[in-house]
């Protein structure tokens, strides 16, 4: 027993960079997994220029709190237009709130926090 | 009773950007509350070149996964030495895990989740 860890999970000190796992096409996303806790993830997304398919939203079953870490995007909600996001900009996405991503540069890294309310 | 928010608490959406309350003197930190969740809270820390107190040490009761979103940086981890970071550079610091904050640039903004284990 370990009354620092009450719940018993611990975790190991690990450095890490955004982008680091620049491997990948163009147009093709890559998810990394980065923390995860007893009711969050927490994950890396490089976009390369991807864009959600044609006529798809994402309706998530959690809430997304998501930065745009590096380069540019558009997101599209379905009852409130256009967000045009730059790097530093972040957005909390209640869930069930429907949108999808209309471009994004092929620099483009998100952090994604996903989690329920 | 809303199934998509089974434990009932709902949020807004909410755009903001980092940095954006940057007023402050230099040296001076501020720590900007993002997203809150049942077992994690997420805040944005604009640094404008403070340093922790000499002979300070955190020793945080949670995990914190740590981004730098902007600028540079200097951690010293008591046990681990000297961590440089650049934009982009994240840590995972497990809880106990004795660690000061050497130096900061003056445009640093950090991104941290503080976590139960």
Excluded at 21 to 29: A, V
Excluded at 51 to 72: C, H, I, M, T
Excluded at 104 to 109: M, N, P
Aim: proline share 4%; glycine share 12%.
């Amino acid at each position: 027993m370990n009354s620092q860890f009450p719940s018993g999970r611990m975790v190991e000190m690990r450095k890490g960079r955004l982008g680091e796992h620049e491997k990948g096409r163009p147009g093709e996303e890559s998810f990394i997994p980065r923390v995860q806790g007893h009711d969050f993830e927490l994950e890396e997304i490089i976009s390369r220029g991807a864009a959600s398919p044609e006529g798809f939203w994402y309706d998530q079953e959690r809430n997304e709190w998501v930065l745009l870490a590096k380069g540019e995007a558009i997101l599209r909600f379905e009852d409130e237009g256009v967000m045009e996001m730059k790097a530093g900009d972040h957005v909390l996405i209640p869930a069930g709130k429907r949108h999808r991503v209309e471009s994004t540069s092929v620099d483009a890294v998100w952090v994604a926090l996903h989690f329920r309310g």
